[in-house]
């Protein structure tokens, strides 16, 4: 076990957590992300294979999905961005290397753990507040949508799932975007 | 005063103080400031453009061009805002504008008296000698008299927001047509917006008096309101004006939130711009009513008709005790009807056409005329012509003009639709290919009776509902006023020498427009630029169809054949904040911070930009008194010792798939398919026209596994062309792309003492001897007992070096643990000016060499084009033209004065030849003090430099006046053989 | 402008970054006889017409596809959305 201790994108060693009128959001450091992109002419088998993975079919375009231990969203065509737990005791065994190896060579992984900030973002009145940030059609982000779209000049990644939306966005703008959901609740709610 | 004892849709329970030009006055929630300002027995409300004319107000609605005043103070400070759409709030400050010493008397007055030469086309033809006069006489005197109000230099305090909104059917206006179409859609379970510009919903309904069935018009409108208000799929928006509609069902919209209170509420915005997509779109905008020009039409108290009867209905106030009438149609009638019904003493109705119909209660002048007005400061009398000759004069306040209603066409006309004539209501109705999706209903289509707008908007929503699949049913629509359209066109009185207003705003009389006829400008658009008829902030609305009308009648064509002017967004005038949104000040764009940052703040380093990142620039120590001293001694130090710098800002790519070698020896011009896993390679990435695009390393993880680097600047591009050429060149090759930049906190460690450094770090499995980890070599290795990690022996500075990895997280933790375990090495912090200074003096190609005029000839760099296979780029860099003996080679200068400055941006020159641009030899990229050779350094771009070292040339920057002797040399100036790289 | 994506579906044309022609899908083999003369044409010679034309869009703030749209430059309208990969392989280029 290393001891280098992490900090979450926010820069603090804990995640930070604002309630604006009915609405929560929590930044969520502890989480690991892993590309999987299958290759040329695998798509039907890595798919396949992904599902026995994830313990559920991977997600369709647009959509994402949650197994038992992982989750997953839709990135591109035959491309996918699985989700689980960040385990700081054994980095060896992170993510993307288990998956690489179900997976072999029906597909590219590439870990994406840091590149990403995740907010976590509950209460009612998503939609008004998410119509100030970008320009989904929140009555159509029913439950396991999963779009990419922008939010304040950054590319992010909106997953509506039951009791919430899960924002993911550039790390290093992760300032930047926590700033814009603020500001987006205050004027809001 | 002007107030009528009952009536209106005012609250007279609340008292809202307000102030105008200073002085203090009273009016109710509901009023605008017009309405409370005439109310107040206030008819004098600004001061005309060019005349300086006073001017009252004329319109009920956001088509006015007279009364525009400023409004608040300070930062909120906003001019050129109209009366007639400001909501009254409690503590209002308004003041007039183009008005010096003030209102009453306004010494720019005298341009009124001069008018004779300030006719259209004053400019043109009075400033034109002697040139020099331009800037410094002209120019200064028309700004000066120039504008109307004056924008505040202090920092908008206010937030705006933008917001994306999607709807099944979008409807624009809330009059009888927009409310018919919402109640269809709305109750047929459509997704509805209902946008509409006035803070209280209904349009026309609320200023009429006919009823609709047993209720009021009001009183229907604010019933059918509160039904879609209870309807959780319409959502109205109101206070709010559809500026544009653009491609595709998109339209633009904004909504003023707080302008109707003091100051916007805590972290609330002012005004929010919404993108709005539909599926369908109905324009119920209604129709604006056009004045009748005659001679001095233009005094506080003359106003539209329609307009003078919204005040009584609406805001229950009159414009004067006595008024009177001048109309060319029947509606004019109905103001005249609906003002005494008020017991308001209306004197005569004035109307051009011969078969007037009678009006009981009131002399109707048939086939008469206004032929002149007076009063200094607000009208006293008009002239009446009557059908038999005879003049006379009547003492009235005001004077209701009616000249007939053009339906509001301007959102249908904003992309390909272009108005068509109607002989019919004697106006342009919406025509042509309109915007994809939209019908046009109610008033705005030409449809003016009540019930004809009623049944249209009810109809329109049924079409736009059953275009998108969903199924409506006409409401149960009230019995309405049915009335035919009467008018006989009438557009001004002739046979005056007088001036007769037809552009309020900008001052365009008749005569103007029988000007720029006589001297050619007879196409509208020419028209409108000599005369500045129809610009400004109301952009003609009331105006246009007068100017095109005495136009028409001048050339003698129809005015169907003269046309219209092109219809542009934004429909009314907005805020820039608005169309800035958040995006100002310090969140103009997103920020992006390194893994360091934090650890670099608390050093007190200086940051710079680099695109979004913010970059440490150097890390200043006490006693250092400049930028220079800090960063000279980071050099020493890195090239002494050892030194680290945060690099993850350089871009990075995953490459990934069996075919990832053979696509990256597509894509780099030099060779990639025999590099061995475990190693690292430069590679050059040219344009396909054989400019240099972008340069990096590839670094070979496994055999189907390359990680690329790009520059800071071009990640995003660098990406985007190796999707391109993956998706669209080679669309069946094996290989998988994905960004990790940000995945990596990655740092350069560099000089002598690296590797010792980076022993104490790396944990001890891995060898980092010459031998077991060499010049370009990578690896996946662990660091601090088992964190995963990724190492480079890469150099940018010329030292040996190597890039470390670690996932982002514990890169704030590995910076300060290799400061920590450095402290024995003296390790030092470097930022990006000592970064750059170490790759000036080792002379690698940057930014400003990689300037998308250079190609790897130029970069010194031609022989790694390779010809054995096909890459990007590398046909086109063998074309005649880049292949010149005399082209430009990247060298290296040193001035024949180590201390003489030479300047980025420099041109080179023979010693002795003049500043002149046949004497260009080339230009200086990149220049920096060498703290390692005490001298003075650059690089840059010379005529056949590979054949000039040892030449003493002048660098010289017209820009700056530097103008420096330099020698050529090689542009290696630290290291040329490389041995460092290699220790 | 609005475009239809044949996957996503309807998206804002400002989540796209414009290229231009799509025959640039149609790049020569550098190693070929007359590569530089097919090069000079392929680079350089290109169609602006007023009315239809065949553009590159790539999809960069969504899933970055790269887009074969059909527009009417007059007109905006969009009468087919492909993806590019999909033309390219039906132009042959696949192995």
């Given at each position: 076990m290393h001891d280098l201790a992490p900090l979450t994108a926010l820069g603090s060693s804990a995640p930070q957590r604002d309630t604006i009128g009915p609405v929560t959001i929590t930044e969520n450091p502890d989480r690991a992300l892993a590309s999987v992109a299958a290759r040329l002419g695998q798509d039907a088998a890595c798919t396949k294979a992904l599902a026995s993975v994830l313990g559920t079919s991977a997600p369709d375009v647009a959509q994402c999905v949650q197994g038992p231990a992982l989750g997953a969203f839709w990135m591109a065509q035959h491309c996918w961005i699985v989700d689980g737990p960040y385990d700081l005791d054994d980095p060896q065994t992170d993510l993307a290397a288990r998956l690489k190896a179900e997976l072999g060579d029906m597909a590219s992984v590439t870990d994406q753990s840091g590149a990403w900030v995740r907010f976590d973002v509950h209460g009612d009145g998503l939609g008004a507040l998410f119509e100030r940030l970008c320009n989904l059609d929140m009555a159509r982000m029913t439950d396991g949508t999963a779009r990419r779209t922008m939010i304040d000049h950054l590319g992010c990644f909106v997953l509506s799932h039951r009791g919430g939306n899960t924002v993911y966005g550039p790390r290093s703008s992760a300032q930047s975007l926590h700033h814009a959901l603020i500001t987006a609740a205050r004027s809001a709610f | 005063m002007n107030r009528l004892p009952t009536g209106g849709q005012?609250?007279?329970t609340t008292r809202l103080r307000f102030t105008f030009d200073g002085l203090p006055y009273y009016g109710h929630a509901g009023d605008t400031l017009a309405s409370a300002l005439l109310a107040n027995g206030v008819r004098l409300m600004g001061r005309s453009f060019k005349y300086h004319r006073p001017r009252g107000v004329l319109s009920a609605g956001s088509e006015e061009p007279n009364a525009l005043v400023q409004l608040r103070k300070g930062g909120r400070q906003e001019p050129n805002t109209r009366a007639t759409v400001a909501e009254l709030f409690d503590g209002l400050d308004a003041a007039s504008q183009n008005a010096w010493p003030g209102l009453k008397l306004d010494a720019l007055a005298i341009n009124d008296r001069l008018s004779n030469f300030l006719t259209a086309g004053f400019y043109y033809k009075t400033?034109?000698?002697?040139?020099?006069?331009?800037?410094?006489l002209y120019e200064p005197i028309i700004r000066r008299a120039a504008g109307l109000g004056a924008i505040t230099t202090d920092a908008d305090p206010d937030g705006y927001d933008r917001g994306f909104l999607h709807c099944d059917l979008l409807i624009i206006g809330a009059g009888p047509a927009g409310l018919a179409a919402a109640l269809t859609a709305g109750r047929a379970g459509a997704c509805v917006i209902l946008a509409d510009e006035d803070f209280c919903m209904g349009g026309r309904l609320n200023v009429e008096t006919h009823a609709l069935g047993d209720q009021s018009g009001a009183d229907w409108a604010a019933g059918v309101v509160a039904e879609l208000a209870s309807l959780p799929n319409v959502r109205l928006l109101a206070r709010t004006t559809v500026l544009g509609a653009f491609d595709h069902g998109i339209y633009a919209a904004v909504e003023r939130v707080a302008d109707h209170l003091g100051q916007p509420e805590q972290g609330k915005p002012r005004q929010i711009l919404w993108r709005i997509y539909s599926g369908r779109a109905v324009l119920c905008a209604g129709a604006i009513e056009r004045p009748i020009a005659f001679a001095n039409n233009d005094r506080p108290g003359i106003m539209l008709a329609g307009a003078m009867r919204a005040y009584v209905n609406r805001w229950a106030v009159t414009p004067a005790q006595t008024v009177a009438v001048f109309t060319n149609n029947d509606d004019g009638h109905r103001t005249a009807r609906d003002l005494m019904a008020q017991g308001v003493d209306v004197a005569a109705i004035i109307d051009t056409r011969a078969d007037a119909p009678a009006c009981d209660g009131v002399q109707v002048m048939a086939g008469a005329q206004v032929v002149d007005s007076s009063g200094r400061l607000g009208l006293k009398s008009i002239t009446v012509r009557q059908a038999n000759g005879q003049e006379h004069r009547l003492s009235i306040g005001a004077l209701g003009v009616s000249g007939g209603w053009n339906p509001n066409v301007a959102l249908s006309s904003h992309q390909r639709g272009r108005p068509e004539w109607d002989d019919a209501i004697a106006a342009f109705v919406p025509g042509g290919a309109l915007p994809q999706g939209m019908q046009v209903a109610g008033a705005a289509l030409g449809q003016f009776s009540t019930q004809g707008a009623l049944a249209a908007g009810a109809g329109a929503a049924i079409q736009a509902l059953s275009d998108l699949g969903k199924t409506a049913q006409a409401p149960d629509l009230p019995m309405a006023e049915d009335g035919e359209v009467r008018i006989t066109p009438f557009w001004h009185v002739g046979g005056t020498k007088a001036r007769a207003w037809l552009d309020f705003q900008n001052d365009v009389t008749v005569k103007d427009v029988t000007l720029a006829h006589q001297e050619g400008f007879r196409s509208v658009e020419h028209l409108k630029r000599y005369t500045t008829l129809g610009m400004a902030t109301d952009q003609g609305k009331t105006s246009n169809m007068g100017g095109l009308a005495v136009m028409a009648e001048l050339t003698g064509q129809s005015i169907a054949q003269t046309g219209t002017t092109m219809f542009r967004p934004p429909y009314t005038p907005v805020a820039l904040g608005a169309l800035a949104g958040r995006s100002v000040g310090r969140d103009f764009r997103p920020t992006r911070l390194t893994p360091s940052h934090a650890w670099a703040v608390e050093q007190g380093a200086v940051f710079v930009e680099a695109g979004m990142w913010l970059r440490a620039q150097y890390f200043p120590r006490t006693g250092e008194t400049g930028w220079r001293q800090s960063v000279d001694r980071e050099v020493r130090a890195t090239r002494g010792s050892v030194g680290v710098c945060d690099v993850t800002t350089l871009g990075k790519i995953d490459v990934q798939g069996r075919d990832a070698a053979a696509f990256l020896n597509r894509i780099y011009c030099n060779g990639f398919a025999k590099l061995a896993v475990g190693r690292v390679r430069y590679g050059l990435m040219l344009r396909e026209d054989g400019i240099a695009m972008d340069d990096g390393t590839a670094a070979r993880l496994a055999d189907d596994h390359f990680v690329v680097t790009t520059t800071t600047a071009n990640a995003v591009a660098v990406f985007r062309h190796m999707e391109f050429a993956r998706q669209c060149l080679w669309p069946d090759m094996d290989v998988q792309l994905i960004s990790t930049t940000e995945a990596w906190a990655q740092f350069a460690v560099a000089g002598p003492q690296s590797r010792a450094l980076l022993q104490k770090i790396v944990d001890s499995e891995f060898d980092l001897s010459n031998d077991g980890f060499p010049f370009m070599a990578c690896g996946e290795i662990t660091v601090c007992s088992g964190c995963p990690a990724r190492l480079f022996r890469i150099s940018f500075s010329g030292e040996l070096a190597y890039e470390i990895a670690v996932p982002t997280r514990y890169g704030d933790a590995l910076m300060r643990r290799l400061m920590d375990a450095g402290r024995e090495f003296d390790v030092t912090p470097y930022g990006t000016e000592a970064l750059g200074v170490m790759r000036i003096e080792k002379g690698h190609a940057a930014g400003n060499e990689l300037n998308g005029q250079t190609t790897a000839l130029n970069l010194g760099m031609g022989r790694m084009v390779s010809d054995k296979k096909d890459s990007i780029g590398a046909v086109l860099s063998r074309r005649e033209g880049l292949q010149e003996e005399n082209g430009l080679r990247m060298v290296g200068f040193m001035p024949t004065s180590p201390q003489d400055r030479v300047i980025a941006g420099a041109h080179l020159l023979e010693k002795g030849a003049a500043l002149r641009a046949a004497n260009d030899l080339g230009y200086v990229t990149s220049a920096c003090y060498s703290p390692t050779l005490d001298s003075y350094i650059a690089i840059g771009f010379l005529k056949a430099g590979d054949t000039r070292l040892g030449d003493v040339l002048r660098a010289a920057s017209p820009l700056t006046g530097h103008d420096t002797e330099v020698t050529v040399v090689s542009p290696h100036f630290v290291d040329p053989d490389g041995g460092r790289l290699r220790a | 402008m609005i475009i239809n994506h044949p996957l996503l579906g309807p998206c804002d044309a400002q989540e796209f970054t414009y290229l231009g022609d799509a025959r640039l899908i149609d790049r020569p083999d550098g190693m070929a006889g007359d590569a530089e003369d097919a090069f000079y044409h392929y680079a350089y010679l290109r169609d602006n017409p007023a009315g239809e034309h065949r553009e590159l869009w790539f999809h960069e703030q969504g899933d970055r596809s790269w887009l074969v749209v059909t527009r009417n430059t007059v007109t905006h309208q969009i009468t087919s959305v492909e993806l590019a990969r999909d033309v390219a392989r039906k132009q042959g280029r696949g192995v």
């Amino acid at each position: 076990m290393h001891d280098l201790a992490p900090l979450t994108a926010l820069g603090s060693s804990a995640p930070q957590r604002d309630t604006i009128g009915p609405v929560t959001i929590t930044e969520n450091p502890d989480r690991a992300l892993a590309s999987v992109a299958a290759r040329l002419g695998q798509d039907a088998a890595c798919t396949k294979a992904l599902a026995s993975v994830l313990g559920t079919s991977a997600p369709d375009v647009a959509q994402c999905v949650q197994g038992p231990a992982l989750g997953a969203f839709w990135m591109a065509q035959h491309c996918w961005i699985v989700d689980g737990p960040y385990d700081l005791d054994d980095p060896q065994t992170d993510l993307a290397a288990r998956l690489k190896a179900e997976l072999g060579d029906m597909a590219s992984v590439t870990d994406q753990s840091g590149a990403w900030v995740r907010f976590d973002v509950h209460g009612d009145g998503l939609g008004a507040l998410f119509e100030r940030l970008c320009n989904l059609d929140m009555a159509r982000m029913t439950d396991g949508t999963a779009r990419r779209t922008m939010i304040d000049h950054l590319g992010c990644f909106v997953l509506s799932h039951r009791g919430g939306n899960t924002v993911y966005g550039p790390r290093s703008s992760a300032q930047s975007l926590h700033h814009a959901l603020i500001t987006a609740a205050r004027s809001a709610f | 005063m002007n107030r009528l004892p009952t009536g209106g849709q005012i609250d007279r329970t609340t008292r809202l103080r307000f102030t105008f030009d200073g002085l203090p006055y009273y009016g109710h929630a509901g009023d605008t400031l017009a309405s409370a300002l005439l109310a107040n027995g206030v008819r004098l409300m600004g001061r005309s453009f060019k005349y300086h004319r006073p001017r009252g107000v004329l319109s009920a609605g956001s088509e006015e061009p007279n009364a525009l005043v400023q409004l608040r103070k300070g930062g909120r400070q906003e001019p050129n805002t109209r009366a007639t759409v400001a909501e009254l709030f409690d503590g209002l400050d308004a003041a007039s504008q183009n008005a010096w010493p003030g209102l009453k008397l306004d010494a720019l007055a005298i341009n009124d008296r001069l008018s004779n030469f300030l006719t259209a086309g004053f400019y043109y033809k009075t400033f034109m000698w002697p040139a020099a006069f331009w800037e410094k006489l002209y120019e200064p005197i028309i700004r000066r008299a120039a504008g109307l109000g004056a924008i505040t230099t202090d920092a908008d305090p206010d937030g705006y927001d933008r917001g994306f909104l999607h709807c099944d059917l979008l409807i624009i206006g809330a009059g009888p047509a927009g409310l018919a179409a919402a109640l269809t859609a709305g109750r047929a379970g459509a997704c509805v917006i209902l946008a509409d510009e006035d803070f209280c919903m209904g349009g026309r309904l609320n200023v009429e008096t006919h009823a609709l069935g047993d209720q009021s018009g009001a009183d229907w409108a604010a019933g059918v309101v509160a039904e879609l208000a209870s309807l959780p799929n319409v959502r109205l928006l109101a206070r709010t004006t559809v500026l544009g509609a653009f491609d595709h069902g998109i339209y633009a919209a904004v909504e003023r939130v707080a302008d109707h209170l003091g100051q916007p509420e805590q972290g609330k915005p002012r005004q929010i711009l919404w993108r709005i997509y539909s599926g369908r779109a109905v324009l119920c905008a209604g129709a604006i009513e056009r004045p009748i020009a005659f001679a001095n039409n233009d005094r506080p108290g003359i106003m539209l008709a329609g307009a003078m009867r919204a005040y009584v209905n609406r805001w229950a106030v009159t414009p004067a005790q006595t008024v009177a009438v001048f109309t060319n149609n029947d509606d004019g009638h109905r103001t005249a009807r609906d003002l005494m019904a008020q017991g308001v003493d209306v004197a005569a109705i004035i109307d051009t056409r011969a078969d007037a119909p009678a009006c009981d209660g009131v002399q109707v002048m048939a086939g008469a005329q206004v032929v002149d007005s007076s009063g200094r400061l607000g009208l006293k009398s008009i002239t009446v012509r009557q059908a038999n000759g005879q003049e006379h004069r009547l003492s009235i306040g005001a004077l209701g003009v009616s000249g007939g209603w053009n339906p509001n066409v301007a959102l249908s006309s904003h992309q390909r639709g272009r108005p068509e004539w109607d002989d019919a209501i004697a106006a342009f109705v919406p025509g042509g290919a309109l915007p994809q999706g939209m019908q046009v209903a109610g008033a705005a289509l030409g449809q003016f009776s009540t019930q004809g707008a009623l049944a249209a908007g009810a109809g329109a929503a049924i079409q736009a509902l059953s275009d998108l699949g969903k199924t409506a049913q006409a409401p149960d629509l009230p019995m309405a006023e049915d009335g035919e359209v009467r008018i006989t066109p009438f557009w001004h009185v002739g046979g005056t020498k007088a001036r007769a207003w037809l552009d309020f705003q900008n001052d365009v009389t008749v005569k103007d427009v029988t000007l720029a006829h006589q001297e050619g400008f007879r196409s509208v658009e020419h028209l409108k630029r000599y005369t500045t008829l129809g610009m400004a902030t109301d952009q003609g609305k009331t105006s246009n169809m007068g100017g095109l009308a005495v136009m028409a009648e001048l050339t003698g064509q129809s005015i169907a054949q003269t046309g219209t002017t092109m219809f542009r967004p934004p429909y009314t005038p907005v805020a820039l904040g608005a169309l800035a949104g958040r995006s100002v000040g310090r969140d103009f764009r997103p920020t992006r911070l390194t893994p360091s940052h934090a650890w670099a703040v608390e050093q007190g380093a200086v940051f710079v930009e680099a695109g979004m990142w913010l970059r440490a620039q150097y890390f200043p120590r006490t006693g250092e008194t400049g930028w220079r001293q800090s960063v000279d001694r980071e050099v020493r130090a890195t090239r002494g010792s050892v030194g680290v710098c945060d690099v993850t800002t350089l871009g990075k790519i995953d490459v990934q798939g069996r075919d990832a070698a053979a696509f990256l020896n597509r894509i780099y011009c030099n060779g990639f398919a025999k590099l061995a896993v475990g190693r690292v390679r430069y590679g050059l990435m040219l344009r396909e026209d054989g400019i240099a695009m972008d340069d990096g390393t590839a670094a070979r993880l496994a055999d189907d596994h390359f990680v690329v680097t790009t520059t800071t600047a071009n990640a995003v591009a660098v990406f985007r062309h190796m999707e391109f050429a993956r998706q669209c060149l080679w669309p069946d090759m094996d290989v998988q792309l994905i960004s990790t930049t940000e995945a990596w906190a990655q740092f350069a460690v560099a000089g002598p003492q690296s590797r010792a450094l980076l022993q104490k770090i790396v944990d001890s499995e891995f060898d980092l001897s010459n031998d077991g980890f060499p010049f370009m070599a990578c690896g996946e290795i662990t660091v601090c007992s088992g964190c995963p990690a990724r190492l480079f022996r890469i150099s940018f500075s010329g030292e040996l070096a190597y890039e470390i990895a670690v996932p982002t997280r514990y890169g704030d933790a590995l910076m300060r643990r290799l400061m920590d375990a450095g402290r024995e090495f003296d390790v030092t912090p470097y930022g990006t000016e000592a970064l750059g200074v170490m790759r000036i003096e080792k002379g690698h190609a940057a930014g400003n060499e990689l300037n998308g005029q250079t190609t790897a000839l130029n970069l010194g760099m031609g022989r790694m084009v390779s010809d054995k296979k096909d890459s990007i780029g590398a046909v086109l860099s063998r074309r005649e033209g880049l292949q010149e003996e005399n082209g430009l080679r990247m060298v290296g200068f040193m001035p024949t004065s180590p201390q003489d400055r030479v300047i980025a941006g420099a041109h080179l020159l023979e010693k002795g030849a003049a500043l002149r641009a046949a004497n260009d030899l080339g230009y200086v990229t990149s220049a920096c003090y060498s703290p390692t050779l005490d001298s003075y350094i650059a690089i840059g771009f010379l005529k056949a430099g590979d054949t000039r070292l040892g030449d003493v040339l002048r660098a010289a920057s017209p820009l700056t006046g530097h103008d420096t002797e330099v020698t050529v040399v090689s542009p290696h100036f630290v290291d040329p053989d490389g041995g460092r790289l290699r220790a | 402008m609005i475009i239809n994506h044949p996957l996503l579906g309807p998206c804002d044309a400002q989540e796209f970054t414009y290229l231009g022609d799509a025959r640039l899908i149609d790049r020569p083999d550098g190693m070929a006889g007359d590569a530089e003369d097919a090069f000079y044409h392929y680079a350089y010679l290109r169609d602006n017409p007023a009315g239809e034309h065949r553009e590159l869009w790539f999809h960069e703030q969504g899933d970055r596809s790269w887009l074969v749209v059909t527009r009417n430059t007059v007109t905006h309208q969009i009468t087919s959305v492909e993806l590019a990969r999909d033309v390219a392989r039906k132009q042959g280029r696949g192995v």
